[in-house]
């Protein structure tokens, strides 16, 4: 129950935050924000993180479609008591289905957050990046058990 809820929200965020850069910023303009630290740059990406992949939309699909399976089938294995594990699993599959809803409906990622250097990325990314980032240290923690 926890994977949907957390996916939903996650969902819900990356698409209203979506939704409301597309009404008020127009393509390719730049807000800056936060003394310039942080802006909001609206821009379509067709393909994955950094670039990469453009105009590959069908691999695209089946690689979130793919991923989204994978935590859906792996998420009930993970104990509930490691929480970043879990945590993770339901932050990578909201970002992932959000920037799938992207691609079915415009044939590409609506991105809008930059920061410094970073290429344009949007609150689905950050969370695929986060529930990454919680997977690993998850793994970290609790290492596989040695054959003794």
């Known amino acids: 129950m926890a994977l949907f809820l957390v996916s939903a929200w996650v969902m819900l965020l ?18 800056a924000c936060l003394g310039g630290l942080l802006r909001i740059t609206h821009v379509r990406n067709s393909g ?14 089946a690689a979130a479609l793919a991923a989204a399976v994978i935590v859906v089938v792996f998420y009930p294995r993970v104990s509930v008591r490691n929480w970043p594990a879990r945590f993770g699993l339901a ?6 289905l959000g920037n799938l809803i992207d691609r079915l409906r415009f044939g590409g990622v609506v991105d809008f957050l930059e920061v410094g250097p970073w290429p344009v990325f949007n609150l689905a990314d950050t969370a695929i ?20």
């Open 48 to 61: 994955a993180a950094f670039g990469v992949f453009q105009g590959r939309q069908p691999l695209l699909i």
């Open 14 to 31: 990356d698409q209203v935050s979506k939704s409301v850069v597309a009404r008020l910023v127009p393509m390719y303009d730049t807000v």
């Open 91 to 96: 932050l990578g599959l909201g970002g992932a």
């Open 129 to 148: 990046v986060v529930g990454v980032a919680l997977i690993l240290l998850a793994m970290m923690r609790s290492p596989g058990r040695k054959e003794e």
